[in-house]
């Protein structure tokens, strides 16, 4: 490759950016049961990552998607790592997609002869695996990340479809892979009663079964009126079948629910009758389906094709389109996340799709509602993909006089000004500390462990705080005492509170009215200023006033580690008003320490750059860089002919060949030592 190739950089950037979105989308899928994205979006990204990889196979890093299954692990729950891993398929998209499919296992097979393929529905729900020994249910699995999964044996044991004995006929040991899925009316009346209480709404029947699934209260699992398909296995003691027919029959015969219809075919033609038949059929099914999966038919001919990376060769799965409706667009209104972002959304004549009534629609951001020229009034399509929340795809006709839309620079919520950086599609709201879109956010921010460290003030506590109107800004907490002092209810006599709490809380407070200048910077919450670049602002600007008074864009960009980015959110957020307001409330009650450096102590080191390689036996990396930098040494992480000394611990690689190839001064781990 050449070492400019701009196709190779570009696709290089573009690799980046998508191994990033996709990892957002699949912890939100995953961990979070709260897709942001439609399941035919997050495949375009997927799709585009596949390409991009295939092109340029030097860009698969290991932490790319594509090396991993499914979601990481949420905590609470205990692991089990599956015998068989459980893995994902392959995506077919449309016929073409379908008849490669079937050359490829007949090129792989080096065969001509057809090969019978077998066809079932694709169940849009949660993926378990069932453990049986000797026949008992013992364990069950979510897929985790294809290889752990969550042992949720107590909840699946509460599914009434779910056999917790096999028959005689069944081997000692066997695996019952499938979906499990909440009904469609059990799922409307979930999200009817918890919108009584006031608890989660659900986007869909799949991440409602996934939440249901999750529960430590397996009681509540038991209440959600979940069941169970089966359509695979993983492990297996000795077979049950040759073909994955004879497997579903196997199962249905055990006890098991199993889709219906299937069909298998040999050709093309007859997958897709299939599919278009079961298409016919959606609208009135009782659970939710997202294409259809096709599977080499013969076992034996599956062991051949085996898998490829984290999907086998012997099936794929054949989506669906999404499903289209034309409506009109009566407003968009800007909601504002617990990040700040403002998202349009569309405001619709209510219509049905696929069965659902839709009156709401993602616009994603200004960009695109730009792009797309999306006016109010408008006549729109749009598009469910059957999950989340449904977009508009495109603006089909103007209203007569209807204007472009002009996306507010304010935010909506609390006034503050709104704006946008470069290179991000995201406008967001720069009043974090006073917005009450994010204040309950930035509040446990403020108090969080690397900050004001307030003990006893936990995420609970603030949420409690902020919805009972007690501290609705961060000088709040500071003045809690005094007004807790005149209240009729005042904390002591609260649930969960008591004469003992409350002092210990008015203690931990007390205790925190004197802050660290770098602590008090990151505790703001500004974006992209964690505890380093905190710790470099302390640093420059010595004291609040200081900061406050000096502090601007051209300097901002001559610090070590802050870039045009960091400096625009930095100065957006010196400069808005509310921030001010907030900033001199605070400064009423606390005393922030002036930036104090670190002592250095005059050795060997001071002034010098050094740089640490290998692995040193008497202390850690962090502890080693942390006494070179209080005997005032400068860490760098490469070699060059600027370096002074190379401290070379067991195991140096490159960088001690490039010290000895530079002639740089090498210390062993003792000279090292000496010399401190
Ligand atoms: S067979 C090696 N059959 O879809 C994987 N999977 O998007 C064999 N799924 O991970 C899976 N319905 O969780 C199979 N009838 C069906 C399915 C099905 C839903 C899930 C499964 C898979 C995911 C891929």
Known sequence: MELFDTDYEDARARHKKLVREIHHHDRLYHTEDAPEISDADYDQLRKELDEIEAKYPDLISSDSPSQKVGGAIKDGFSKITHAVPMLSLGNAFNVDDVQDFIERVQRFLNTSTPVEIFAEQKIDGSSCSLRYENRKLVSAATRGDGTVGEDITANMKTLDNVPHILPSDAPDTVEVRGEVYMPGKSFEALNKSQAEKGGKIFANPRNAAAGSLRQLDSSITAARNLKFFGYALGDLSAPIADTQMGIRDKLSNWG???????????????????????????????????????????????????????????????????????????????????????TPVAELEPITIGGVVVSRATLHNEDEIARKDIRV????????????????????????????????????????????????????????????????????????????????????????????????????????????????????????????????????????????????????????????????????????????????????????????????????????????????????????????????????????????????????????????????????????????????????????????????????????????
């Not at 009782?286 to 080499?296: A, L, M, S």
């Not at 530079?662 to 062993?668: A, G, K, Q």
Request: glycine share 6%; proline share 3%.
């Open 256 to 342: 098991f629910d199993v889709p219906s219809p299937v069909h298998v075919a040999t050709d093309v033609k007859g997958l897709i009758n299939y599919y278009e038949e079961v298409m016919k059929l959606r609208p009135d099914l009782e659970y939710d389906i997202d294409g259809i999966v096709y599977k080499v038919n013969d076992l034996s001919l599956q062991n051949r094709l085996g898998f490829v990376s984290r999907a086998p060769r012997w099936a794929i799965a054949h989506k669906f389109p999404a499903e289209q409706a034309i409506t009109t667009l009566h407003a968009i209104s800007i909601q504002v996340g617990r990040t700040g972002a403002l």
């Open 377 to 676: 009034g408008d006549k729109v399509k749009i598009e469910r993909a059957g999950d989340v929340i449904p977009k508009i795809t495109e603006s089909i006709d103007h209203a007569a006089g209807s204007k472009p839309f002009e996306f507010p620079t304010q935010c909506p919520v609390c006034g503050s000004d709104a704006i946008r950086e470069e290179d991000e599609a995201v406008r967001r709201c720069t009043g974090g500390l006073i917005c009450d879109a994010q204040a309950v956010e930035r509040l446990k921010h403020f108090v969080s462990k690397n900050a004001f460290d307030i003990e006893g003030m936990g995420d609970k506590v603030i949420k409690q705080f902020w919805e009972e109107g007690l501290i609705k800004s961060p000088a709040d907490i500071f003045t809690l005492r005094d007004h807790d002092r005149n209240s009729l209810t005042p904390l002591r006599l609260k649930e969960g509170w008591g004469d003992q709490s409350v002092q210990k809380l008015w203690d931990a407070i007390e205790a925190k009215r004197e802050i660290a200048l770098d602590r008090f910077i990151y505790a703001l919450g500004i974006r992209q200023v964690g505890q380093a670049t905190a710790k470099r602002l302390a640093s420059v600007y010595g004291s609040l006033q200081n900061l406050r008074a000096k502090a601007n864009y051209d300097d901002l960009i001559e610090i070590e580690d802050i870039g045009p980015a960091v400096a625009t959110d930095i100065m957006a957020f010196l400069n808005e008003d509310h921030n001010k307001n907030v900033l001199d409330a605070l400064l009423n009650q606390l005393t922030i320490l002036d930036y104090v450096a670190p002592q250095t102590t005059e050795s060997a080191f001071t002034g010098k750059t050094v740089v640490l390689t290998g692995t040193l036996s008497s202390m850690g990396r962090a502890e080693a860089k942390a006494k070179l930098e209080t005997l005032g040494a400068k860490i760098s992480g490469s070699v060059s002919s600027k370096t002074d000394y190379v401290i070379a611990g067991a195991d140096a690689g490159s960088k001690l060949k490039k010290a000895q190839d530079l002639s740089v001064t090498v210390l062993s781990e003792d000279e090292f030592i000496e010399k401190t």
